[in-house]
């Protein structure tokens, strides 16, 4: 069976993708999603913070050793300080000579600035493409949406004119036109859309009166929203699409695909049962497909969004309505 995808121009073998997150910090482990079938890597992301943090420090021992020679004695080797810059640099040439496979880099900002000319570094290091992560939650009562939005648009617009590789955003659902926003994506150079980005919500410890992080898996329920958005979006912006957050197994996959997801990142399902879940989950992909007499993954992708399904308006308000019926049903 022919599960071979495009995705951000590259031809995949198939649309799993292992998303940003610890498995791809260890080059054995990576070697093994690869084996496994994973079709790309997202590595985990660099943070703006770990990038403005090392170039503080670097700035600082160059300012305490100016005007004496024996400070260079005693102060931390410049390279060896960076350490999660300058590693994260290493590992993805490290990868690249492991697997043969598209290893996506991946930013995390929150405002434009210096930090976003690490993108061409990480290009420089050999990543195909680069996931760029704009992790921003407005609190400011001053700062309208449309801020907001622009902000977004500013640190695409810098990374995508610092890098020849292809970028793709990844954003969150919370913004108030998400197809007006994915336009200007695209408008902005970005060549791929990631949906959506999972905000990690904290907890309330009551007892110690503290805020405390609550790392909790995604669950197949997230997926809804994904595939809603990816239907809305397929067809109407000429972007590469990926859905991320709440595929866990085959139907998910094949879900999202429909909806017209290019590729599906796995990450909780990763978590959860090890890289050989991506070779049983390819396994019940191609048997649904040979047993629903398709003939590759591309025959199916898109089929089922906004512009070709029989019932346009279930994706949008007229989905409230059955809802509500199919439950007092």
């Not at 305490?64 to 590693?87: I, W």
Request: proline share 5%; charged share 20%.
């Amino acid at each position: 069976m022919d599960l071979t995808t495009t995705y951000l121009g590259f031809e995949l073998k198939n649309p799993i993708v292992c998303g940003a997150c610890p498995l791809g910090s260890n080059i054995d482990t990576v070697r093994h999603l690869a084996d496994a079938g994973a079709a790309a890597i997202v590595l985990p992301s660099l943070f703006e913070e770990e990038i403005l943090g090392a170039v503080e420090a670097q700035m600082e021992m160059e300012s305490a050793g100016a005007g004496f020679a024996e400070a260079s004695s005693y102060l931390p080797n410049p390279e060896g300080y960076h350490v999660g810059p300058g590693q994260y640099l290493e590992h993805i040439r490290a990868l690249k000579e492991s697997v043969g496979i598209p290893i996506i880099g991946s930013l995390n900002g929150t405002s434009p600035g210096g930090w976003t000319d690490y993108a061409k570094k990480i290009e420089q290091a050999g990543a195909d493409a680069l996931e760029l992560n704009t992790y921003h939650l407005a609190t400011d009562l001053d700062e309208p949406g449309e801020q907001v939005e622009q902000r977004t648009l500013d640190i695409v617009t810098s990374v995508t004119g610092a890098v020849d590789i292809p970028v793709a955003v990844k954003i969150s659902p919370y913004f108030s036109s998400v197809a007006n926003l994915a336009q200007k994506i695209k408008a902005a150079g970005a060549k791929g859309l990631v949906i959506f980005n999972r905000f990690y919500q904290p907890d309330i410890d009551i007892e110690e009166l503290d805020v405390v992080p609550n790392l909790r898996l995604s669950s197949a329920d997230e997926l809804r929203l994904r595939l809603r958005w990816l239907a809305i979006l397929s067809g109407k912006v000429d972007l590469s699409l990926a859905a991320t957050g709440g595929a866990h197994n085959a139907v998910d996959v094949i879900k999202a695909v429909m909806t017209g997801a290019h590729a599906v990142q796995l990450v909780s399902a990763l978590l959860i049962h090890g890289p050989e879940h991506i070779t049983r989950t390819l396994e019940a992909i191609g048997f649904w497909l040979e047993e629903h007499e398709y003939t590759s993954l591309r025959q199916m992708q898109g089929s089922m969004n906004m512009e070709k399904t029989p019932k346009p308006k279930s994706y949008i308000r007229a989905n409230y309505m059955q809802m509500l019926d199919s439950w007092q049903q």
